[in-house]
């Protein structure tokens, strides 16, 4: 909800406006993940598929419901050249007191101490337009390195990111655009963190 | 004056969703001491409101001197334009960086960008402020402005209509110059009841049979029509495929939403759900009936660039489209497109009576219904 009161004020052209009260979080307590749009290649194998009409993507993050981390909708799969839009954007609480937990996560993930070597890890999952025929499959992985982040300080905007096969992780079958506003939080997390090894 | 925290009048407020420039972008409300507004208009990043009292009040990006200011500093806060304040202000029309109002005596003013002669002023220089179109005379009763990216559009209540501006692609429906600095009367021998502009095409209905034309750039089926009349996209053509008499049409930048007596159609391309068809339809060339609210009256349709927003007869709102920075008014902070019409919940105790998309923003006037005035809240 949109927490803290509003008040009224008002300017001399008759406009009342009301106003929150409360700060907005600062950038240092959040993160922003968002799923731009993918493509796949016209060679790769999932484009024949004829089993595979519509596609979403997911990502896992901690302790977020999955549901909240997963396109919301399935789209067509895309055709050769062509682009599908998600524009999937989810903005991820890291507060210091009440998200240690997440913060402490993003910290292994920077040290590259997670299951994916510091990588935020995306699966394109091909969705069944007959759900008790057939089940949700993993088409793809696309993998978004958290380091470079941290090293460049700045945000990624709408970074394209390989496709790879599951059984062939090798050879790309397209591309994952990806946006993520993290700069901020991660380099206040690292200070701390390292501050607290050492102290 | 209210003093119940936030608690929106029974006159209403305007809503404010996306890249306003308003409450540094977050969605907000506002509204009048003593008085409403009756005409909304959003260009792609300016904004312009008409009230009751015919007052003109404007906010938004200025770069071009869209806001008629004076100056070309952003303005975060609906500002009245005071020069116009001798003149009963009735329409308004946001283009990507212009400006157009008429008054009650049937002056036409413009402002702000003016490179393809979009200010209908006779020259191609960019204005600051609101100058007089002098083409215009108490004769031409106006009842309708629309701009596009850079056109202008006048529609008088006899059904006569006047464009200029850009005619790159032939959207004010010239066949051989690129564009025109003052007004010319596009005509295909009956009277006009209806005009929408879009970013780089247009579209209007006639009066007596409801027909819709379209004209101007013909990639992605955003004209409605099969592709051997596209060689003639310049002049305006007869979308003949709409079985129904049509009420309103409405161009965004790709995009095409027209409201008839029966049903709501879509055409031209979808990528990010701005057609409402679904998530298996990108692009159509081909009318389609959105199928999702035939149950609905729609009466009021808006076209953002890549957004769309439609009213219903009981002053409920659907959007769909690109959902990028809240312009859909679904949400807080967590953003998606949308491919089918989902319905505003911030407005279900609200009687939403006018609407308007702009490039990366919608505004929404809405009013309490009767004892349920309510503060506008989101899930987190
Ligand atoms: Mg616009
Ligand atoms: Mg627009």
Known sequence: ASEGSEAQTTDSDDIVTPVFQNSPKAVSEKMCIEIVSLAFYPEAEVMSDENIKQVYVEYRFYDVPLSETETPVSLRKPRPGEEIHFHFSKVIDLDPLEQQGRRQFLFTMLNGQDPEKGCLKFTVVSDPMDEEKNECEEVGYAYLELWQILESGRDILEQELDIVSPEDQATPIGRLKVSLQAAAALHAIYKEMTEDLFS | MEDRKGLVPDSGAVFTFGKTKFAENIP?????????????????????????????????????????????????????????????????????????????????????????????????????????????????????????????????????????????????????????????????????????????????????????????????????????????????????????????????????????????????????????LGTFIFETSEPKVLEYVKGEKIISISCGENHTAMITDTGGIYTFGDGRHGKLGLGLENFTNRFFPTPCSVFLKFMVQLVACGGCHMLVFATPQAGMAEELEFEA
């Open chain 2, 28 to 276: 907000s409300k506002f509204w009048f001491k003593s008085d409403t507004p009756i005409c909304l208009s959003c260009g792609d990043e300016h904004s312009a409101i008409v009230t009751g009292n015919n007052k003109l009040y404007m906010f938004g990006s200025n770069n071009w001197g869209q806001l008629g200011l004076g100056s070309k500093a952003a303005v975060n806060k609906p500002t009245c334009i005071k020069a116009l304040k001798p003149e009963k202000v009735k329409f308004a029309a946001c283009g990507r960086t212009h400006t157009i109002i008429s008054t009650e005596g049937g002056n036409v003013y413009a402002t702000g960008g003016n490179n393809e002669g979009q200010l209908g002023l006779g020259d191609t220089d960019e204005r600051d402020t609101f100058h007089l179109i002098s083409f215009f005379t108490s004769q031409h009763k106006i009842k309708q402005l629309s701009a596009g990216s850079n056109t202008s559009a006048a529609l008088t209540e006899d059904g006569q209509l006047f464009m200029w501006g850009d005619n790159s692609e032939g959207q004010i429906g010239l066949k051989d110059v690129t564009n025109v600095c003052v007004p010319h009367q596009v005509t295909i021998g009956k009277p006009i009841s209806w005009i929408s502009c879009g970013y780089y095409h247009s579209a209007f209905v006639t009066i007596v049979d409801g027909e819709l034309y379209t004209f101007g750039e013909s990639e992605s089926g955003k004209l409605g029509l099969p592709s051997q009349l596209l060689t003639n996209h310049r002049i305006p053509q007869l979308v003949s495929s709409i079985p129904d008499k049509v009420i309103q049409v409405a161009c965004g930048g790709g995009h095409t939403l027209v409201l008839t007596e029966e049903s709501v159609y879509a055409f031209g391309l979808g990528q990010f759900g701005q057609l409402g």
